[in-house]
């Protein structure tokens, strides 16, 4: 820990939270982000496609984006392995016109930024439970906002889409959490249209096992949810303190979630959602990528 952030932990909680985000707007200042975006274009390890979307999309990253820790690279470079997933999920899905776009969860735009230039004649909406990030992506990349809801039951888009992508939400919920995200997306999808979304599988209970991540839960939480997606094709395991992620949820709806592919199989054919991609740790080498087309 810093010496910063070691005086930081002994102040008062508003007092933290306001120098914590000072910090982070210092860290996320457009200046620094947009220099850090022209050294990755410089990289010759990027494919052409990527830096060709790279110089088109902003650099500007939200001060309050949990995802960007400082390091530009990584941040761009997980949000442009994102898009070749996508890519990938519409080619076997032999998706025609795409007009209408959603990404949910956007958080501050880490793929939404890329999809904005992806699909430059489609309409593309963010949508997440953080009002900030979505007005972010509604400022900074023309994004029409979509404020969601934590009970996905209830929630409705006046809109119908071609292609919907869910990076890093099925990884967080229950399994009736699970049941009612591919409700919502499942309603949302014109006939023909298409949903990618990102799941934990076995890589990520490998990392959890070897000790290398623990995604802020319990060691002794994680070996029941690992215990039981080896057992059934599900775990979970639900954050300490599921508010500090800033998600108004009852108790043990939002933590950790293992899946296997049957087992996602098995929930996403109850809602008419047909597989039609797949790719194991193909998102920045760790989530797994599904690609479903809605039955016609």
Same mark, same amino acid.
């Given at each position: 820990m810093s010496a910063v952030g070691s005086f930081a932990k002994h102040l008062p909680t508003p007092l933290r939270r306001r120098l914590g985000e000072w910090r982070r707007r210092l860290r996320n200042r457009p200046a620094h982000t947009r220099a850090q975006k022209e050294l990755l274009l410089r990289d010759p390890s990027l494919e052409n496609w990527e830096r060709e979307l790279l110089a088109q999309a902003s650099s500007r990253i939200f001060h309050n984006d949990g995802m960007y820790a400082g390091d530009g690279a990584r941040y761009f470079k997980v949000g442009l392995s994102a898009v070749s997933c996508i890519d990938k999920a519409v080619r076997d899905a032999r998706l025609g016109k795409i007009e209408n776009v959603l990404d949910l969860p956007?958080?501050?735009?880490?793929?939404?930024?890329? *999809?904005?230039?992806?699909? %430059?004649?489609a309409k593309v909406w963010a949508?997440?439970?953080?009002?900030? &990030?979505?007005?972010?992506? $509604?400022?900074?990349?023309? $994004?029409? %906002?979509?404020?969601?809801?934590?009970?996905?039951? /209830?929630?409705?888009?006046?809109?119908?889409?071609?292609? @919907?992508?869910?990076?890093?939400?099925?990884? !967080?919920?229950?399994?009736?959490?699970?049941?009612?995200?591919?409700?919502?997306?499942?309603?949302?999808?014109?006939?023909?249209?298409? #949903?990618?979304?990102?799941? !934990?599988?076995?890589?990520?209970?490998?990392? &959890? *096992?070897?000790?290398?991540?623990?995604?802020?839960?319990s060691r002794e939480a994680l070996s029941k949810a690992i215990a039981a997606f080896r057992?059934?094709?599900?775990?979970?395991?639900?954050? %300490?303190?599921?508010d500090d992620y800033g998600v108004p949820t009852n108790e043990g709806q939002y933590g950790i979630s293992l899946t296997a592919r049957?087992? @996602?199989?098995? /929930?996403?054919?109850?809602?008419?959602?047909?597989? =039609?991609?797949?790719?194991? /740790?193909?998102?920045?080498? !760790?989530?797994?990528?599904?690609?479903? #087309? =809605?039955?016609e």
């Amino acid at each position: 820990m810093s010496a910063v952030g070691s005086f930081a932990k002994h102040l008062p909680t508003p007092l933290r939270r306001r120098l914590g985000e000072w910090r982070r707007r210092l860290r996320n200042r457009p200046a620094h982000t947009r220099a850090q975006k022209e050294l990755l274009l410089r990289d010759p390890s990027l494919e052409n496609w990527e830096r060709e979307l790279l110089a088109q999309a902003s650099s500007r990253i939200f001060h309050n984006d949990g995802m960007y820790a400082g390091d530009g690279a990584r941040y761009f470079k997980v949000g442009l392995s994102a898009v070749s997933c996508i890519d990938k999920a519409v080619r076997d899905a032999r998706l025609g016109k795409i007009e209408n776009v959603l990404d949910l969860p956007c958080g501050g735009g880490r793929v939404l930024r890329f *999809l904005a230039c992806r699909f %430059p004649a489609a309409k593309v909406w963010a949508g997440d439970l953080q009002r900030d &990030m979505v007005d972010f992506c $509604a400022r900074e990349f023309g $994004a029409t %906002p979509v404020y969601s809801a934590a009970d996905l039951d /209830q929630l409705s888009i006046d809109a119908s889409f071609d292609l @919907i992508w869910c990076g890093s939400l099925v990884t !967080h919920l229950n399994a009736p959490g699970i049941r009612s995200l591919l409700g919502f997306f499942s309603r949302q999808l014109r006939p023909g249209g298409a #949903l990618v979304l990102s799941t !934990h599988g076995e890589r990520a209970a490998e990392l &959890m *096992l070897n000790q290398e991540i623990d995604y802020g839960v319990s060691r002794e939480a994680l070996s029941k949810a690992i215990a039981a997606f080896r057992a059934d094709g599900f775990g979970f395991a639900s954050y %300490p303190n599921e508010d500090d992620y800033g998600v108004p949820t009852n108790e043990g709806q939002y933590g950790i979630s293992l899946t296997a592919r049957a087992w @996602i199989l098995g /929930q996403a054919r109850t809602k008419n959602l047909e597989e =039609k991609y797949f790719a194991a /740790q193909s998102w920045d080498n !760790h989530q797994d990528v599904f690609g479903f #087309l =809605k039955d016609e």
